[in-house]
Each structure stands twice: as C-alpha cells, then as structure tokens.
C-alpha cells in the first residue's frame, strides 16, 4: 500500500510539474509581451480556467505526497527522511500559493491592480513562480528517487 502511494504521489507532482512547467516557459512569457489592458481581458476569462485546471492537480499532488511520507509511520514500517522532504516541498509550494498566488491571480482577474503595475506584477509573478517550479522539481525527482530506492 505504501508503494502504492509512492507511485501515485510521485505521478501527480509529474503532472503538476509538466503543467507549472509549460506555464513557466509559454503561458508567463506571452503574458509578458501583451499589452497589460490586454493581459488583463484575457486573464479574466483566463484565470478561472486555470485555476479550476491547476486546483485538482495541486490538491491531489500535495495530499498524495503528504500520505505517502505519512503512511510508513503510520503503519509502523521504517522511514527515511529522504521519504519527507517531497511532502514538505510542496506544503511550502501550497503556502507560496496563499502568501502570494491567490492575491496576484484575483487581482488579475478581477482587474484591480492598477493597469501600471502590471508589468512589475508579472515579473514579481514570473520569479514567485520559477520558486515553485524549482521546488517541485525537486520534490519530483526525490519521488521518483524513493520508489528507485
């Protein structure tokens, strides 16, 4: 069973890294060239299909982790630290996103940011975002580590 989730957990933040990754490299660069009133309209519509894409996927990716570095102990069988550190990774890329994401990504949505800041608030975005990016990235390649181990 522990396997099991191993396996689960480590295919999700697959998922979740190919899609932040996709978003890092040709969603954040397009954003950057378009005019910000443009940028806005479009991330209107946007935003919400994002979000009810990246929400599923984050949620399954982060509780799948965090049970499979949970069930060993649960269980009784032995753990190593190693099997911790993908779960802690993304709790801090899950707190990354309510410190900073949920705001930037409602205030593009909604429009409230001034149209001269957003160019500043796209690279602020951009460079929150390679933060996740490179978290993940880690966190999937110990997943995939464990289940090689």
Known sequence: MIE?????????????????LTEAFVLAPYWRTLEP?????LYATLGPRLYKYFSPLTILATVLTVIAALLPIVMGSPISVLSLVPSILVLAMLAIYFMYFKAANSSFKTGVIEVDAVSAELTAWANWHWVRVLLGIVAFIISLAILLL
């Not at 009133?37 to 309209?41: E, H, M, R, V, Y």
């Open 37 to 41: 009133k443009a940028f806005l309209a």
């Open 4 to 20: 099991i989730f191993q396996l689960a957990a480590c295919f999700m933040l697959g998922l979740l890294m190919g899609s932040l």
